[in-house]
């Protein structure tokens, strides 16, 4: 069970194991997390420009940005937990390719 750190937030230590299964995600999680950042990244681009209110433009994408970010960091965690027990089982240098979402 993970255990609980004194910090002003809540924050945990996790064993090896409980990292694994906390960041394995199943396909059609990955798949919700990409279609929620998908839809982010296209509310996003369709935000109009006020020269009134530019603050609020720019919380507006700095807001959904964050969403975009957060979400594809949690598949790429995922993904990047996959190739690491791919690769420690056979002990062998094999060539995996991860696609990992661009940066905006």
Same mark, same amino acid.
């Given at each position: 069970?993970?255990?609980?750190?004194? %910090?002003?937030?809540? &924050?945990? %230590?996790?064993?090896?194991?409980?990292?694994?299964?906390? %960041?394995?995600?199943?396909?059609?999680?990955?798949?919700?997390?990409?279609?929620?950042?998908?839809?982010?990244? *296209?509310?996003?681009?369709?935000?109009?420009?006020? &020269?009134?209110?530019? *603050?609020l433009f720019?919380?507006?994408?700095?807001?959904?940005?964050?969403? *975009?970010n957060i979400?594809?960091?949690? $598949?790429?965690?995922?993904? #990047?937990? #996959? !190739?690491?027990? !791919?690769?420690?089982?056979?002990?062998?240098?094999? &060539? !995996? !390719? $991860?696609?990992?979402?661009? #940066?905006?």
């Amino acid at each position: 069970m993970p255990r609980r750190k004194p %910090t002003g937030f809540d &924050s945990y %230590t996790f064993s090896e194991d409980e990292l694994k299964a906390a %960041t394995r995600l199943m396909p059609l999680q990955k798949q919700l997390y990409q279609t929620l950042a998908a839809d982010s990244a *296209i509310e996003k681009s369709l935000i109009k420009f006020d &020269s009134k209110d530019p *603050i609020l433009f720019a919380q507006q994408t700095a807001y959904l940005h964050g969403q *975009i970010n957060i979400l594809l960091h949690l $598949v790429a965690l995922s993904e #990047e937990r #996959e !190739v690491a027990e !791919v690769k420690r089982p056979n002990q062998q240098s094999q &060539s !995996v !390719v $991860v696609l990992k979402p661009s #940066e905006e």
